[in-house]
């Protein structure tokens, strides 16, 4: 049974960090890219960031460029996602996913985590 569990949402000042990570169990980690998308209130679920299996191409959306960093961690089967100097156009649930093809993880992965709240008060 394969699981994507994220971890670290909260609520956090504007200007402020969080960092996300999620848990991946019942894949073989290192054959899989994986990204991360949100979804904001009354919005479409967006791609926000991917990586490729060994980490050594990432992506990201324009509007988190600079500040937003995606890595893992092979070892431990985990992906994260850095977030420093949120803004309340940030608040969404953040969602991770994961796909053996990274074109295919941009669109309609195979696997979705349950998602993370990330809130960011102005």
């Known amino acids: 049974q394969v699981q994507l569990v994220e971890s670290g949402g909260g609520l956090v000042q504007a200007g402020g960090s969080l960092r996300l990570s999620c848990a991946a169990s019942g894949i073989t980690f290192n054959r899989y890219c994986m990204g991360w998308f949100r979804q904001a209130p009354g919005k479409e679920r967006e791609f926000v960031a991917d990586?490729?299996?060994?980490?050594?191409?990432?992506d990201y959306i324009d509007s988190v460029k600079g500040r937003f960093t995606v890595s893992r961690d092979n070892a431990k089967n985990t992906v994260y996602l850095q977030m420093n100097n949120l803004k309340p156009g940030d608040t969404a649930v953040y969602y991770c996913?994961?796909?053996?093809?990274?074109?295919?993880?941009?669109?309609?992965?195979?696997?979705w985590g349950q998602g993370a709240q990330v809130t960011v008060s102005s």
């Open positions: 990586i490729s299996w060994n980490g050594g191409l990432t």
């Open positions: 996913a994961a796909d053996e093809n990274i074109n295919v993880l941009r669109t309609t992965p195979i696997y």
